[in-house]
């Protein structure tokens, strides 16, 4: 894979194809492309982003609008919302794309009326993927939440593409019910270490975490992490670690990886209102090897996925 994982990028039209409602606040959107679109989604990496266009999209009746949304459920929506992908596959000339999402303000609640052969504007693919060194025995996939989609994307192409790399997926949220996945959870599978579906259609392992205890191991996915690599006799430079998540903890993975002299990826996220690093509104600030200073970069166009020991992150800033 090379090292800026880069498609041609364009504005396409994407039909949708189905919209399932997962729990009470989560959804997964699948797209069909056709055309132009269709080949540039073709090359998509996981990591990598579009900006779907929902100002036309309809709001939902009002009985179906969460009480907290109530208020600002009417808001106009001016500019398009960025948003990973859990899975792109080829379907002759056409591809298909799934977006994963979670109701949380105006536009996202919108996304919960789209329905089969609806189309929708959409801008991509976007920004810098995750690369996939060579002279690597384990992968960890570690995600936070809603940071779960392109390691969902990550996971299939290191099982089809790279079967000699071990993959462990260590994913964390505050309960039981924040958790994004499709299925039932029960103490069986996770004793099998096969608990999340996501993960297991394709071998991979996974450690699920939970702030309060409501599922699986009781505290942040950081502390799985960290206790795995410390029962663990494999050097630190056959092992890479991909994260994606709240800053906090990218924060926390990053200062882990770099304790043990292990390469780290971490897929940051910034208000991204154009996706192509022309509003200059979604910098991350970066050190700059050799040097005491830092420079900034755009999270939209030089990542969304950077080295995980070149982000200052926030926490970094305000010491």
Same mark, same amino acid.
């Given at each position: 894979m090379s090292e800026t994982c880069k498609s041609a990028k364009g504005v396409f039209e994407a039909v949708v194809l189905t919209n399932k409602?997962?729990?009470?606040?989560?959804?997964?959107?699948k797209l069909t492309f056709s055309g132009d679109g269709a080949k540039a989604f073709a090359?998509?990496? !996981?990591?990598?982003?579009?900006? &779907?266009? &929902? @100002?036309?999209? +309809? $709001? !939902?009746?009002?009985?179906?609008?969460?009480?907290? $949304?109530?208020? @600002?459920s009417?808001?106009?929506i001016l500019l398009r919302r960025p948003f990973s992908l859990t899975d792109v596959t080829i379907h002759g000339e056409k591809t298909s794309a799934e977006v994963l999402y979670c109701v949380v303000g105006p536009a996202s609640?919108?996304? *919960?009326? &789209?329905?089969?052969?609806? @189309?929708?504007?959409?801008?991509?693919?976007l920004g810098n993927g995750f690369r996939i060194p060579e002279n690597k025995k384990?992968?960890?996939l570690t995600a936070g939440g809603m940071g779960t989609?392109?390691?969902?994307? &990550? +996971?299939?192409?290191? +099982? *089809?593409d790279h079967k000699d790399i071990e993959v462990t997926a260590f994913v964390g949220a505050k309960t039981k019910t924040a958790l994004p996945f499709e299925g039932r959870i029960d103490e069986v599978s996770q004793q099998l270490g096969f608990s999340l579906r996501e993960f297991a259609q394709y071998g991979i392992e996974s450690i699920v975490a939970t702030d309060d205890g409501s599922t699986g191991y009781k505290g942040f996915v950081t =502390?799985?992490? +960290?206790?795995? $690599?410390?029962?663990?006799?494999?050097?630190? =430079?056959e092992i890479i670690i991909y994260s994606c998540g709240p800053e906090e903890m990218l924060a926390k993975v990053a200062e882990i990886a770099a304790g043990k002299n292990i390469d780290c990826q971490v897929s940051m996220e910034r208000r991204m209102a154009c996706g192509i690093g022309l509003c200059q509104s979604c910098a991350i600030e970066c050190r700059v090897p050799g040097l005491s200073e830092t420079v900034y970069k755009m999270c939209c166009e030089d990542g969304p996925v950077f080295d995980g020991k070149e982000v200052v992150f926030s926490l970094q800033q305000e010491k």
């Open positions: 409602q997962i729990g009470s606040q989560f959804g997964k959107l090359g998509f990496r !996981p990591g990598q982003f579009a900006e &779907l266009d &929902l @100002s036309g999209t +309809a $709001l !939902p009746s009002n009985e179906k609008i969460p009480p907290d $949304l109530v208020d @600002s009417g808001r106009n609640l919108r996304m *919960t009326t &789209l329905s089969a052969g609806d @189309s929708i504007n959409v801008i991509g693919p384990y992968a960890l989609p392109p390691l969902q994307h &990550l +996971a299939k192409v290191l +099982a *089809t =502390d799985c992490l +960290a206790e795995w $690599l410390e029962q663990t006799e494999s050097a630190g =430079d």
